[in-house]
């Protein structure tokens, strides 16, 4: 199984935390309210331990689990603690109305993330399309995107011990286009669906 650490101690870190526990794997919170961290690491049990803000990460995998806006902040902040480390972005940069993207540019936080990150980090977005009550009780697809296939393959097998079945998209660009899905979830949720039960996936054809 995978060493987690994940950076952030709200709604998903606490369902992807949790699911990390169920699957086997080892799991650190760390937040910037050390309180709310080991709080966070007592709900979760099974062994979860706290580690402080800012220092390097136990986990080989690192969830930023924080909203869009403090996520490369975040990085730039740990630095070299980083280093070497396999960073997940599972961030969705809405706009105001919750109709586009916060960025004006064709980049996304994935990407903003790699420019801040040592040379050593490598980079993947997922989950940002899965609402999060749905990866609590569902068991959705999960959309990954990221330039290093070793860290993808790492990534890829966490998805899987938690039950999920993970799918590559391409290459960290492709994150833009991610970020962009996470915006179609929303309209959905708003119009076409009309609620939240729901996660996009993919149907394959019998052969």
């Known amino acids: 199984m995978s060493s987690i650490s994940i950076i952030g101690t709200g709604n998903m870190a606490r369902t992807i935390g949790a699911r990390a ?3 086997g794997n080892t799991v650190e919170v760390m937040g910037r309210d050390q309180s709310r961290a ?3 690491a007592k709900a979760l049990g099974g062994g979860t331990t706290t580690g402080e803000w800012g220092t390097r990460p ?9 909203l869009h806006d403090g996520v490369v902040p975040a990085v730039a ?5 980083l280093e070497g480390k396999v ?3 599972i961030s969705n940069p809405f706009n105001p109305t919750f109709d586009g993207l916060a960025h004006r540019e064709e980049t996304s936080i994935a990407q903003e993330i790699a420019k801040a ?3 050593g980090a490598s980079v993947v977005k997922a989950f940002n399309t899965v609402f999060r009550h749905v990866l609590e009780k ?5 959309f990954i995107a990221g330039d290093n296939a070793r860290a993808k393959a790492r990534v890829e097998a966490f998805i899987e011990s938690l039950g999920l079945r993970p799918l590559d998209v391409g290459g960290l660009k492709m994150a833009h286009w991610l970020e962009g899905a996470g915006v179609v979830t929303v309209g959905l949720a708003n119009h076409g669906v009309g609620n939240v039960d729901f996660a996009l996936g993919i149907t394959e054809l019998p052969v």
């Open 77 to 81: 902040q740990y630095g070299d603690a």
């Open 38 to 40: 080991a709080d966070l």
């Open 21 to 23: 526990v169920a699957g």
């Open 117 to 119: 990150a040592p040379a």
């Open 58 to 66: 136990s986990g080989d995998i690192v969830i930023v689990a924080l």
């Open 138 to 142: 569902g068991r959705p697809d999960v």
């Open 87 to 89: 960073i997940v972005d």
